[in-house]
């Protein structure tokens, strides 16, 4: 019996050992989902707290419920460990570590590379092995191949099998889960592949299969970079519009009655996220690497990234018309998660706006329901946000109150019949916004 039939009957028949590498914002809901369908899954962390919490049967992700955390860890579906030796007995595995950029725009590779160092070490015939971290063209076939098999001498497609599956989770949803949505998987051989969405398949709805890891690398970036370019495109429309004394709320809704040939996307401070502001720069640095300049990619990243500042000169704009400088004034920020109703402040641009208010002398607070306290590890401070019960008071007290992130859970009428000044990068007002005199938007 060839190592892919018998790993694969391990799979189909749910007595394979399951290893999730990475138990972030990624690698939790996968294993959740995994040990849901019936695997015996080991998450494999080196953060001593997310295992500490993980013992006690508590969440440390918004998206799974700690109730489902206990339960599953009680039927012993679900453990976790610090210890990297755990994989030794893992028959399949899914690298789910970050991917971040360093600050010259370069891709951070070192958590790829460290949880592949690790597994290398362990690694061992009739193994699966799935990276999903995003990532740049060729990753899979020119880094984790070699790290995998050049010590171990195991050929790739009869002894181990190695594909790529990029996640795609978007924090929040409640639609669109791991569970259910499409999942790609390209393998560096057909024997890869097929192992690997034997696996997938046995927990998730839909496994979409593609010819090679690069095509499935690919895919990603082309995901994230069509958001971030239209979104670049309806950042600098809102540019446009306010120097036209148009509405850009007004335009976007209009434009977007059309029932064919549009889709609809909203300016606002800048991008967050895991994905949408960093998965395109690692394909226009890799391309750089071959002599080609990505210009949309390029265009749409300085676009995005002014967006902070560009909030801040409105915000001073209209101060100075209402007789007062930024130097001074309060302002308080009204959200810091990079997107509506969840607790994930990466890369977020609400960052770089209170950095740049609090640079040119404003007093600046947030409030931000699901993040007590906030860190800016490039300027070294830290601020906490001020309580729920001293919203609206403080907002009151304020020069102005900016919105950032549109949570549901604030009381928007009241807070416009509080604050004395609101700029609204979100029109999260509405119409009674663009109504009243006390609301900027953007």
């Not at 453990?79 to 789910?96: G, H, K, P």
């Not at 902070?308 to 998660?337: H, M, Q």
Request: glycine content about 6%; some cysteine; charged content about 20%.
């Amino acid at each position: 019996m060839t190592f892919q039939t018998s790993l694969t009957q391990k799979l189909q028949d749910k007595t394979a050992k399951i290893g999730i590498l990475g138990m972030g914002y990624v690698g939790m809901p996968l294993a959740v989902v995994f040990a849901e369908k019936g695997f015996n899954v080991l998450g494999i962390d080196p953060d001593p707290r997310k295992v500490e919490t993980f013992s006690k049967g508590i969440s440390y992700i918004q998206d799974v419920p700690t109730e489902t955390v206990a339960r599953l860890k009680n039927a012993g579906n679900l453990n976790m460990t610090a210890d990297f030796a755990a994989l030794a007995e893992c028959d399949a595995v899914s690298i789910c570590v970050p991917t971040p950029l360093r600050q010259t725009g370069d891709p951070d590779m070192s958590f790829i590379l460290s949880a592949t160092e690790q597994l290398a070490k362990y690694v061992h015939p009739g193994m699966v092995i799935v990276l999903e971290s995003t990532t740049y063209p060729g990753t899979t076939r020119e880094v984790i191949v070699p790290m995998l098999t050049e010590k171990s001498g195991l050929t790739v497609g009869e002894d181990i099998f190695i594909c790529f599956s990029p996640e795609r989770v978007d924090p929040g949803r409640q639609d669109w889960t791991t569970y259910n949505t499409p999942k790609v998987m390209g393998g560096m051989t057909p024997a890869c592949a097929q192992v690997a969405t034997a696996w997938y398949a046995g927990a998730l709805e839909t496994v979409v299969p593609v010819s090679s890891p690069e095509a499935a690398e690919m895919a990603k970036l082309l995901e994230n970079t069509f958001r971030m370019i239209n979104i670049g495109m309806v950042n600098e429309l809102a540019l446009m519009c306010e120097r036209l004394g148009v509405d850009v709320w007004e335009v976007i809704d209009a434009a977007a009655t059309k029932p064919f040939g549009f889709m609809k996307f909203t300016p606002g401070p800048g991008l967050g996220g895991h994905c949408i502001p960093i998965d395109p720069l690692y394909l226009s640095w890799k391309m750089k690497a071959l002599n080609y300049n990505a210009k949309f990619i390029e265009l749409a990243s300085e676009i995005n990234t002014n967006m902070p500042r560009y909030v801040v000169s409105r915000v001073l704009e209209a101060l100075n018309d209402r007789s007062k400088p930024l130097k001074g004034s309060k302002i308080l920020v009204l959200g810091v998660a990079y997107k509506p109703d969840i607790d994930d402040v990466r890369e977020s641009p609400a960052f770089d706006v209170i950095a740049l208010m609090k640079q040119k002398g404003a007093l600046v607070q947030y409030h931000d329901p699901y993040i007590p306290h906030i860190h800016h590890e490039t300027e070294g401070w830290e601020m906490n946000s001020i309580p729920d019960a001293d919203l609206l008071p403080q907002a009151a007290q304020s020069d102005a109150v900016v919105i950032i992130t549109n949570h549901k859970t604030y009381d928007y009428p009241a807070l416009l019949q509080t604050a004395p000044f609101i700029f609204d990068t979100r029109n999260a007002l509405g119409k009674t916004g663009k109504n009243s005199e006390k609301v900027v938007r953007l």
